[in-house]
């Protein structure tokens, strides 16, 4: 082989570093989530555990950024071919969704509280307000994307380019990411309040 083709091989097998720093991104909330998990189970079987039923409203909100995900990759289909109004459209749905999941768990904190589960009188309540409102702030991080990127798309002319699909696909990574993760956070909230 000669030094071109190297060259060529090189390039074809090299990650992207803006999808790498995603992905690198998401690994180190899936560890510190990983540490919350364990530390949630572990403090559990020491006793003081007030258990309690996780109100309604965390399955309203795990339903919301589940469609808010669904609304997102539908998005940026429609970006990839090209059809506009629907990428616009599904791009605004996905944002509004994305709002309506913070605004659920905000509603899900209060439904806490009148439960009388409220911040800082048992370990089990402050870990799912802990849990709930780290994840909510991962969100809000995913939304300020969400929000550059629809600024981006009515302000410049729609155009396929390879550079606007990168953004585009690694926002997407990361509101999957962050949609799993609730999902998995909600279960193992149901599971063991």
Same mark, same amino acid.
């Given at each position: 082989?000669?030094?071109?083709?190297?060259?060529?091989?090189?390039? @074809?097998? %090299? $990650?992207?570093?803006?999808? #790498?720093?995603?992905?690198?991104?998401?690994?180190?909330?899936?560890?510190? #989530?990983?540490?919350?998990?364990?530390?949630?189970?572990? @403090?559990?079987?020491?006793?003081?555990?007030?258990?309690? @039923?996780?109100?309604?409203?965390?399955?309203?909100? +795990?339903? +919301?950024?589940?469609?808010?995900?669904?609304?997102?990759?539908?998005?940026?289909?429609?970006?990839?071919?090209?059809?506009?109004?629907?990428?616009?459209?599904?791009?605004?749905?996905?944002?509004?969704?994305?709002?309506?999941?913070?605004?659920?768990?905000?509603?899900?904190?209060?439904? /806490?509280?009148?439960?009388?589960?409220?911040?800082?009188?048992?370990?089990?309540? *402050?870990?799912?307000?802990?849990?709930?409102?780290?994840?909510?702030?991962?969100?809000?991080?995913?939304?300020?994307? /969400?929000?550059?990127?629809? $600024?981006?798309?009515?302000?410049?002319? #729609?155009?396929?380019?390879?550079?606007? %699909?990168? @953004?585009?696909?690694?926002?997407?990574?990361?509101?999957? #990411?962050? *949609?799993?993760?609730?999902?998995?956070?909600?279960?193992?909230?149901?599971?063991?309040?």
């Amino acid at each position: 082989m000669n030094a071109m083709a190297v060259n060529q091989e090189y390039k @074809r097998n %090299k $990650i992207n570093p803006q999808k #790498f720093a995603v992905w690198l991104a998401c690994a180190s909330i899936t560890m510190m #989530f990983t540490a919350l998990t364990s530390a949630y189970i572990v @403090r559990q079987a020491g006793g003081n555990w007030l258990e309690f @039923r996780l109100p309604g409203i965390f399955l309203a909100s +795990t339903m +919301t950024i589940v469609a808010s995900s669904i609304a997102l990759h539908g998005s940026f289909l429609a970006y990839k071919n090209g059809k506009e109004q629907l990428y616009k459209t599904l791009l605004l749905l996905g944002l509004a969704l994305g709002f309506a999941f913070v605004i659920t768990q905000y509603q899900g904190w209060v439904a /806490l509280q009148n439960i009388g589960v409220p911040l800082k009188t048992n370990p089990s309540g *402050d870990f799912v307000y802990a849990i709930s409102g780290l994840h909510a702030a991962h969100v809000l991080g995913g939304i300020v994307a /969400l929000i550059i990127g629809a $600024i981006r798309a009515f302000s410049m002319p #729609f155009k396929v380019t390879e550079r606007r %699909k990168l @953004r585009q696909e690694m926002t997407l990574t990361y509101w999957h #990411f962050v *949609d799993l993760l609730w999902v998995y956070l909600f279960a193992l909230l149901t599971l063991y309040s």
